[in-house]
């Protein structure tokens, strides 16, 4: 396997940016060659992660090791080589009848990074983590080896890597379960809240649906603090569907997927153009109270109908910031946030608000615990640095933690919650940024 030259490496928020050796093996030889013949890597996916975590001076690609090891439709178990997409597996799946339990906002990323941060979708109240439903996975760890770990075997590196940001070995392979599914379709309700206080009262209401989410408008101030759009789902049974829809159930129409061909200037996304999406968005509906059915795509996935979506906050890039607080202190912890956001004047048109069930406590190193979590994506600018740390105070205040999937510039001591990391050999960017802080 030779090694490339040096190669610009950015995750999906363009921020930071580096140049870094990349080596995408195609063997088990070549991945043995990489691990052993580095000081320090780390092993990256499709980069839909953002921040520095998955960004080091040599990078082991797994965009290459994409391929399908089984499918058991009977007992609705699949195998894959951690390269492999979520997307892919859907396009085989929902035709025999079978959903991914678990499901973060895009389905471009792989399974391999799924696991690494054990991610969560709209339902974790109801199914909890992407963990939850893994059977097993192959580990490279540092001398080359290869190790099947499962609730059974090597329980000690299951659970550390699950949530461990790659920082125990190459997850080669995983095997794990999925939902089994009559359509491709979602019962849908989007419900207009016109504050805080509404919001939540609808969460409350809607625990006992499995899908539930909520878009807010950060910008809004005093009695329309928190003004929003909780969308809530089920899949949708056969004997449910309108009679247009039930001559292909598992199938759905494709779509003309739009493209942002080049990067925006950094005047485009400002105060007043976020102001005026968010109006519309919130009132695209139409009505108050919105009852329909809509493809998995639309529901689950409706950023990525929009591809390089990222280049809209300009070159240079924007941070996601996502942090979880207890549910107890929910409310209050988000009134401060919002109302610290919508000061500073530099909003998000992308907030989503989302419920949390009991955590996995086996799974130590993910990220959910039982509360609340709200994601915001921030245009890196000069004042961004500042807003950050006002955030961090509020959620350290509250309790809470930041999401290490998200984190580019978070106060570490809020992403320093990972335990039984101990290899030298497989570390990142960020991991080393939070060890600094932790030595001094």
């Not at 090694?3 to 940016?17: E, H, I």
């Not at 989007?190 to 910008?219: G, K, M, P, R």
Request: charged residues 25%.
């Amino acid at each position: 396997m030779e090694n490339k030259k040096l190669t610009p490496v950015s995750n999906w928020g363009l921020y930071p940016s580096i140049k870094a050796n990349v080596v995408s093996p195609t063997t088990i030889l070549e991945f043995q060659e990489a691990v052993l013949s580095n000081e320090e890597l780390i092993a990256r996916g499709n980069g839909r992660c953002y921040g520095d975590a998955s960004l080091q001076n040599t990078i082991i690609s797994t965009s290459k090791w994409n391929k399908f090891i089984d499918f058991d439709r009977q007992n609705g178990t699949i195998e894959v080589e951690a390269g492999v997409k979520l997307d892919e597996i859907l396009d085989v799946s929902i035709p025999a009848g079978y959903f991914i339990s678990v499901t973060p906002g895009t389905k471009f990323i792989t399974v391999g990074g799924a696991i690494a941060s054990d991610v969560h979708g709209k339902n974790h109240h109801v199914d909890g983590c992407f963990s939850d439903h893994l059977i097993h996975f192959d580990l490279m760890i540092e001398n080359g080896d290869i190790l099947r770990c499962s609730r059974n075997e090597h329980t000690d590196l299951f659970w550390s890597t699950i949530g461990g940001m790659g920082l125990t070995g190459v997850i080669l392979s995983a095997q794990f379960m999925l939902k089994k599914i009559e359509t491709a379709y979602i019962k849908n309700e989007a419900i207009q809240a016109n504050n805080l206080d509404e919001i939540f009262e609808l969460f409350d209401s809607s625990e006992s649906w499995t899908y539930n989410v909520a878009w807010l408008d950060c910008l809004q101030k005093g009695k329309y603090l928190g003004k929003s759009i909780m969308l809530r789902g089920e899949h949708a049974t056969f004997d449910e569907l309108p009679n247009k829809l039930k001559k292909n159930p598992l199938q759905i129409k494709k779509k003309s997927n739009l493209n942002i061909p080049f990067f925006f200037p950094n005047f485009a996304l400002n105060p007043l153009s976020i102001k005026i999406f968010n109006w519309i968005y919130y009132n695209k509906q139409g009505k108050k109270h919105l009852k329909n059915y809509v493809d998995y795509e639309t529901f689950f996935y409706p950023l990525d109908a929009v591809h390089n979506w990222n280049r809209i906050y300009g070159k240079n890039g924007f941070i996601q910031y996502q942090f979880v607080i207890p549910k107890e202190r929910g409310k209050e912890g988000m009134r401060q946030i919002l109302e610290t956001i919508a000061t500073s004047g530099n909003g998000s048109f992308l907030v989503v608000l989302k419920l949390f069930g009991d955590n996995n406590k086996q799974a130590y190193n993910s990220f959910p615990m039982k509360g609340y979590t709200l994601a915001l994506d921030f245009k890196v600018n000069d004042k961004l640095e500042k807003l950050i740390a006002n955030l961090d105070k509020i959620v350290m205040d509250f309790g809470g933690h930041i999401y290490r999937t998200k984190d580019a510039m978070s106060n570490p001591a809020l992403t320093d919650y990972l335990q039984q990391i101990d290899s030298p050999k497989f570390e990142s960017m960020q991991n080393e940024r939070i060890n600094r802080f932790k030595q001094k």
